[in-house]
C-alpha cells in the first residue's frame, strides 16, 4: 500500500487532495459512529459468507476448514469460526492501511520517512495495545480527539493552498497534534473520575 501510494503521488500530486478528502470523511465518521456499538452479526462480509460457504456451528481446533455431512448426509467441506475470524481481521488490516497511508502522506511525501515512521508504529502497536488494554476504559473520549485529529491531518493541505504557504509548518503540526491529544486525555481521565466518584457511596 506504501509503494502504491508513493507511486501515485510522484506521479499525480494533485492525488495528495484526495487522500485529504478522505482522511476528512473518515475522521467525521469517527465522530458519528464515536458512541455507537458494532454489532459483529450485522458485518455484510460475515452475512456473505455464511450465505456462500458452509460454516460450522463451533470450533474444531486450529482447523480453518473440516469435512462433514451435510443435511442431506452428504460430506462436504464446511468453513470453521476461526476462517471466519481470520478473513475479518485481514479486512481489517486492509481497511487499516487504506486509513493510514493516506494520513502518513498527508504529512510527508518523503518515501524513507513514510516506510520507517510505518514499520516503528507496527513494531510499538502490540506493546502499547498490552500497555493500554487494561486503562482503556479510562481513555472514553480518545476516540473523538483521533478523529479531529484525522480531521485536521486531512485539513492541512487545504489550509496551507488557503493560506499561500508551500507547506503547513511542521512546527504548528506537531503542536496542534499534540493538543488535540492531550485534550482528548484529559478530558477523558476527567469525564472517568466524575464518574467514578458518583458510582462511590459517601461515606
Known amino acids: ?75 462436504v467441506t464446511f468453513v470453521t469460526p476461526l476462517f471466519l475470524a481470520l478473513v475479518l481481521i485481514e479486512v481489517a488490516d486492509i481497511i487499516f492501511a487504506v486509513d493510514s497511508v493516506p494520513a502518513i502522506f498527508a504529512i510527508t511525501t518523503d518515501p524513507y520517512i513514510v516506510y520507517t515512521s510505518n514499520i516503528f508504529a507496527i513494531l510499538g502497536l502490540r506493546a502499547l495495545y498490552f500497555a493500554l488494554a487494561a486503562m482503556l476504559h479510562r481513555f472514553a473520549y480518545l476516540k473523538q480527539a483521533l478523529a479531529i485529529l484525522l480531521i485536521f491531518i486531512g485539513s492541512k493541505i487545504f489550509i496551507a493552498d488557503l493560506l499561500g504557504w508551500e507547506k503547513f509548518p511542521a512546527e504548528w503540526s506537531l503542536g496542534i497534534t499534540f493538543a488535540i491529544l492531550t485534550a482528548g486525555v484529559a478530558y477523558s481521565f476527567w469525564k472517568t473520575d466524575g464518574h467514578r466518584s458518583e458510582e462511590q457511596p459517601s461515606g
Open 1 to 75: 500500500m506504501i509503494g502504491f501510494g508513493t507511486k501515485l503521488v510522484s506521479e499525480y500530486a494533485w492525488v495528495l487532495y484526495i487522500f485529504a478528502v478522505f482522511l476528512i470523511g473518515t475522521g467525521i465518521k469517527m465522530i458519528w459512529w464515536a458512541d455507537k456499538e458494532t454489532d459483529l452479526a450485522q458485518n455484510p462480509l460475515l452475512k456473505f459468507m455464511r450465505r456462500h460457504f458452509n460454516v460450522t456451528d463451533r470450533l474444531h481446533g486450529q482447523a480453518f476448514f473440516v469435512r462433514l455431512p451435510n443435511a442431506r448426509g452428504k460430506v
